[in-house]
Structure formats: structure tokens, C-alpha cells
């Protein structure tokens, strides 16, 4: 056994020495560090390894002014992805028209909004917003009225798509190069999107926008994760969406001080570029270095962090806790390989997991936006109602940071998918426009946007550092598809149907959540 440890770390060493490129000042061998590391393991060995710190931990401390400048930055990178998915309340709001020209130039009594067969011009009347929003600019009613949704499905398809290619791309290449590559397609595309010329034209644009804002905003959460300490986690992963809510409500702003669409756009644009230059400011994490092998460059990020955190580590100090991390997760050439979605699936665990989390992010994301149907009364003022929903978001991020925290994850996504469930089902035997349709509706946003701040902290640590992005880009993608199909669940008649719907999904999320592993206070897996 003693030979076997000792070859082991001999070629380990060789290995992290290769990785080191040669460099005799970074290659930490002495034969006192080596013994004792191997004297200690079967010691340690006996310790749960969620009771020690891990080394990111140990180099650069659970939380400070390092992790704090990342997570800003970070959290408010996801604004942009949330004026992209929003901004359409804006854009096509209801506008009416009337027929101004018919085909025989008869003259009757002319209904406003409606469509008439032998009508060969409409006017649109003077918006309360816009001089032109999308649908007086590009004549979406009637016949062609069909295009104005057809813009919403558009981006959450494009958001679809980009959480899971940029997912990838996070994993393969890093979670800096991802993040750069997604907010740079998004900052150009945006400016560019409001001289469209056509309605198609737009709508290309848009997917593509929409698929880099889903990057954007996949990646933006795993980067925090990973740089804080398991004892943060709850609170910076959930703090990190609280951002979301103060960008909907900024949209009101934008908004209102806009002449047409193409100006709205343009305003929250130009404060996306002023967003994403501080996105240069951002460093690759530890862990995806460590996971790729990359030692030297995991040296250099953690030494810095370490002085910006006022710990006093030497270099010394850090090599040796990157030695020991090396050794531990056994890094050698034949594991440090490319990984793909394909291996979500590899073995059974990884594979419940993956499928868990999908319907689970499904469930959520058909809930959030089915409910949003049900507040639509809270004032016929646009603007008061962005804002008003924007406000329900922001509290109900430390809300689940607190949950995190007390009960965990497990116990805070079954309890808040329970409140949805209870809320729905309730409204079944409530009739549309009674006061108890509004109460439970507000009730029911509030208990989705809490488990969405759960399940950002729940997910990405269900899953190893080299899957990470991929596995939540995966599962978020499953809340896009439940945003596509919730319009149309949310229109059927009679009205209870829907309201049934809606109380029967998060029970069957939670069937899935239950059977999934408690993360909290575990240490992030770095290895499959």
C-alpha cells in the first residue's frame, strides 16, 4: 500500500510539474511536503470532506473584496439578458386601430379595432407610449396579427438555443471567454437591432440576441458559484437575481422617456455597452482552471485574489494548496479531457440528475410566466405594472437566500413549489376578476420568483465543474420551454383548466426534487 501511495504521488507530481512548464520556482517537491502529504491521506481520508475547506477556500478565503467585485459584476451582466426578455411589453402593447379606407368607400358606423374584410387602409390611433410601436410600424393586426407573439417565441427560442450552446462553450473554453463572446454578440446585435428595416429582419436579429442573452445569463450565475465559499453560497447565489427585478422595473424608465420603439431600444443598448465593458474586469475562475489542468494560471488568479482579500498567502502557500488540490482530484492527462453534453448522461446518477433538473426548470419556468396571466389587472398603466412586478422580484431574492440557508435546498424548492400548487388550486373555484384572483396571483409570482433564486444555487451545485455550465444551461433551457408553451396553457378555456394545470406541475417537480441530494454546505464537486 505504502508503494502504491508513493507512485501515485510521484506521478502526480511529474504530471503538475509538466503543467508548471518547467518552472524550477513553481515546482513544489520537497520530499518533507511529499511525505507528509502521503502520511496524512489515510487521516484525512476519515474526515468528511464537507467539513474541510476546499483549496479554493483555503488560497483565497470564502468571501472578500475579490469575490465581491466579481459577483457585481456578474449579477448586473445579467440585466442585459433581462431587458432582451422583456423589453416586448413595451414593444407590442395593446394598440388600437380603426379602417379608414374600404374597398367600395362605403361609409358606416366603424368599430374601432376591428377587422374588416373589404378594408384597404387602417389608422392607428396615438399610442399613450409611442409614437409607433412594433405593431403600428410594421401593421401587425388582423390577418398578420399573429406576428406580434410570434415576436416573443422568436427570443425565447433564441434563449433556448444559447443556454445551451454557451453552456458549452463555458465548459470547453472558460467561463470568461463564454461570458465576453455572449455579451459581445449581444451589445453589437442590440444597436443594431433598432435600424430593422423589416419585421423579418428584426426578428432574426432577435434570435440571435436571444441566444446570446442566454449565455449571458447562464454563465453569469456559474461564475459566481464558483468563487465563493460554500457558507456564501446561499446568499450569493440568490442576491445575484436580485438585480433581475430592479432591470424590469428600470424598463418603465427607458420606456418613458422614449419617442418610439426604436429610441427604447437604443437607451437600454447604450447602457448595456457601459455594463459591458466592466465585464473585462472579470477573471477566469479557479475551479475551471483547476479542472482543466491549467495550474499556472489557477496560480496567478488565486495569489491575486488572495492579496486583494487581505489574507497575507505567499505564493508558497498557494502552489501547495494547488499541489494538494491536484493530488486529491488525481488530475492526470487521461482526465483532463473535453466534455460534452453527452456526458450528463454517462452514468445513472448524472443522468437523474440532468433529467430531475429539467422537469423541475420546466415546471418553474411554465408557472412564472402562466401566472404573469393573472396579474395583468393590477392597472390598466403599463408602466406601474412593470414596475410593480419588477418590486415583487426583489424581495423575494433574500427570501430565498434565508430559506437557503435555514432549511436548505431541498426542503426550500418542495415548500415553495407547494405554495404555487396550493395558490393554483385554490383559484380553480375562484371567478375571473374577484379580488382573491389578484391576492393569489401575487402570491403565486412571489413563491416562483423564490424558487428560481433556489434552484440558481441548487443546480449549479448538483453538478461537477466540468459539466457545470452545460448542466444549467440545460435545465435552464427547460424553463424556456415551459415560457413557450405557458401562453398557451394560459388561454384555454374555461378558465380552471389552466389554473389546474398550473397546481398539478409544481407537485410533480417536487416528486423529482425529493428524490435529488441535499447540497447545502457540501463543497463543489470539481471531478466526475
Known amino acids: 500500500m505504502a508503494l502504491r501511495v508513493h507512485a501515485h504521488t510521484i506521478k502526480n507530481h511529474v504530471v503538475i510539474a509538466s503543467k508548471f512548464r518547467g518552472d524550477p520556482v513553481k515546482i513544489i517537491m520537497e520530499s518533507e511536503v511529499i511525505s507528509n502529504?502521503?502520511?496524512?491521506?489515510?487521516?484525512?481520508?476519515?474526515?468528511?470532506?464537507?467539513?474541510?475547506?476546499?483549496?479554493v477556500v483555503k488560497s483565497i478565503g470564502a468571501f472578500g473584496p475579490w469575490q465581491a467585485k466579481v459577483c457585481v459584476i456578474a449579477a448586473f451582466v445579467r440585466s442585459i439578458g433581462i431587458w432582451n426578455m422583456l423589453s416586448i411589453v413595451f414593444l407590442t402593447p395593446t394598440t388600437q386601430f380603426s379602417c379608414v379606407k374600404f374597398e367600395n368607400s362605403a361609409t358606416f358606423d366603424v368599430k374601432n379595432s376591428t377587422c374588416y374584410d373589404d378594408c384597404v387602409e387602417y389608422e392607428f390611433h396615438e399610442d399613450l407610449m409611442f409614437e409607433k410601436n412594433l405593431i403600428s410600424?410594421?401593421?401587425?393586426i388582423c390577418n398578420d396579427g399573429w406576428k406580434a407573439s410570434l415576436t416573443q417565441t422568436v427570443i425565447m427560442f433564441g434563449f433556448l438555443v444559447g443556454v445551451s450552446l454557451f453552456g458549452w462553450v463555458s465548459d470547453r473554453y472558460g467561463r470568461r471567454i463564454g461570458l465576453i463572446i455572449s455579451s459581445s454578440i449581444n451589445v453589437i446585435l442590440m444597436l443594431a437591432v433598432p435600424l430593422s428595416p423589416s419585421y423579418w429582419f428584426f426578428n432574426g436579429l432577435r434570435f440571435f440576441i436571444g441566444m446570446a442573452s442566454g449565455g449571458t445569463?447562464?454563465?453569469?450565475l456559474v461564475f459566481i458559484i464558483e468563487v465563493v465559499g460554500p457558507q456564501y453560497r446561499e446568499a450569493a447565489g440568490s442576491l445575484a437575481i436580485m438585480p433581475d427585478g430592479l432591470a424590469q422595473a428600470l424598463l418603465s424608465?427607458?420606456?418613458?422617456?422614449?419617442?418610439?420603439?426604436?429610441?427604447?431600444?437604443?437607451?437600454?443598448?447604450?447602457?448595456?455597452?457601459?455594463?459591458?465593458?466592466?465585464?473585462?474586469l472579470l477573471p477566469e475562475t479557479p475551479r475551471w482552471l483547476m479542472?482543466?489542468?491549467?495550474a499556472d494560471e489557477a496560480l496567478h488568479v488565486m495569489s491575486t485574489a488572495a492579496k486583494r482579500n487581505n489574507l497575507n498567502k505567499t505564493v508558497n502557500e498557494v502552489q501547495d494548496n494547488i499541489l494538494r488540490a491536484f493530488d486529491d482530484m488525481m488530475i492526470n492527462d487521461k482526465v483532463i479531457r473535453k466534455f460534452t453534453y453527452l456526458d450528463l448522461f454517462r452514468n445513472k446518477d448524472l443522468a437523474f440528475?440532468?433529467?430531475?433538473?429539467?422537469?423541475?426548470?420546466i415546471s418553474a419556468g411554465a408557472c412564472y410566466f402562466g401566472i404573469n396571466q393573472y396579474i395583468t389587472f393590477?392597472?390598466?398603466?403599463?408602466?406601474?405594472?412593470?414596475i410593480i412586478l419588477g418590486c415583487i422580484q426583489m424581495p423575494t431574492c433574500p427570501l430565498a437566500m434565508i430559506l437557503n440557508k435555514s432549511f436548505g435546498r431541498k426542503v426550500s424548492i418542495v415548500g415553495t413549489f407547494s405554495i404555487i400548487g396550493i395558490t393554483m388550486t385554490i383559484l380553480v373555484f375562484v371567478p375571473p376578476g374577484h379580488t382573491g384572483c389578484t391576492i393569489l396571483g401575487i402570491i403565486g409570482f412571489a413563491a416562483t420568483c423564490t424558487t428560481f433564486g433556489v434552484l440558481c444555487v441548487y443546480v449549479s451545485e448538483l453538478f461537477p465543474t466540468p459539466l457545470r455550465t452545460m448542466a444549467f444551461g440545460l435545465s435552464s433551457a427547460g424553463a424556456k420551454i415551459g415560457a413557450m408553451v405557458a401562453p398557451f396553457i394560459a388561454t384555454i378555456n374555461p378558465h380552471w383548466i389552466p389554473s389546474v394545470v398550473f397546481a398539478?406541475?409544481?407537485?410533480?417537480?417536487?416528486?423529482?426534487?425529493?428524490?435529488?441530494?441535499?447540497?447545502?454546505?457540501k463543497k463543489l464537486p470539481d471531478m466526475i
Open 217 to 220: 445569463m447562464v454563465i453569469s
Open 504 to 521: 398539478v406541475l409544481p407537485f410533480v417537480a417536487s416528486i423529482f426534487c425529493v428524490l435529488l441530494p441535499e447540497t447545502k454546505g
Open 353 to 361: 440528475k440532468t433529467v430531475a433538473s429539467v422537469v423541475i426548470w
Open 378 to 386: 393590477i392597472g390598466s398603466n403599463l408602466y406601474v405594472t412593470v
Open 291 to 294: 479542472a482543466k489542468g491549467k
Open 137 to 140: 410600424e410594421f401593421h401587425l
Open 37 to 55: 502529504r502521503s502520511r496524512s491521506r489515510s487521516t484525512d481520508n476519515l474526515l468528511s470532506s464537507d467539513s474541510k475547506d476546499d483549496y
Open 253 to 280: 424608465a427607458f420606456a418613458y422617456f422614449a419617442v418610439d420603439w426604436r429610441m427604447y431600444l437604443l437607451e437600454y443598448s447604450a447602457v448595456s455597452m457601459f455594463i459591458y465593458i466592466f465585464i473585462a
